[in-house]
């Protein structure tokens, strides 16, 4: 799919929700899923073919937590995705990939699939109205049992805020 080229106001957003599918995935991957939710507009919707709808940023993390209560870490990168800007309204398309290990039994986890989101402008900036996880791979790949390191050496950004 070619999307048109955006216009320079367009670029600016479009790098504002690449940037929001980013903290997405970073907070997930650090375990912060309260901070995970923030990236999703009051009454946003989290839908997957393998659970409910959650609406709602309590609902969402409640949902993220029970997905991934057994895991001892997951790992998600979210890559450079399709954009279009119309508004205060946008549509994205990003391939996410996630590494996981189950604690119950070691079991390592591979998941490849698309993230197709609707977005709305707020006074706050742009937040998901709704993402839906669309699995491509899911399997157990050949290695992923090195030690887990923890992320005690992040360092936290104080951003004058």
Do not use: C, K, N
Request: no cysteine.
């Amino acid at each position: 799919m070619l999307l048109p080229t955006p216009t320079p106001t367009q670029a600016a957003d479009v790098v504002a929700i690449q940037h929001l599918a980013a903290s997405y995935a970073e907070a997930v991957s650090r375990g912060a899923l309260e901070e995970a939710t923030q990236v999703y507009a009051p009454d946003g919707v989290l839908a997957s073919p393998t659970t409910q709808d959650a609406v709602g940023p309590v609902a969402i993390a409640a949902l993220v937590r029970a997905t991934t209560a057994d895991l001892e870490f997951v790992f998600q990168t979210v890559h450079l995705g399709l954009v279009h800007v119309d508004g205060d309204a946008a549509r994205a398309r990003f391939p996410v990939t996630e590494w996981a290990r189950r604690r119950s039994d070691g079991r390592p986890i591979q998941f490849l699939g698309v993230y197709e989101d609707d977005l709305v402008r707020l006074p706050e900036g742009w937040r998901f109205s709704r993402r839906r996880l669309i699995p491509r791979i899911v399997g157990r790949p050949e290695g992923l049992t090195g030690r887990l390191i923890p992320y005690s050496g992040l360092q936290d950004w104080d951003l004058g805020q």
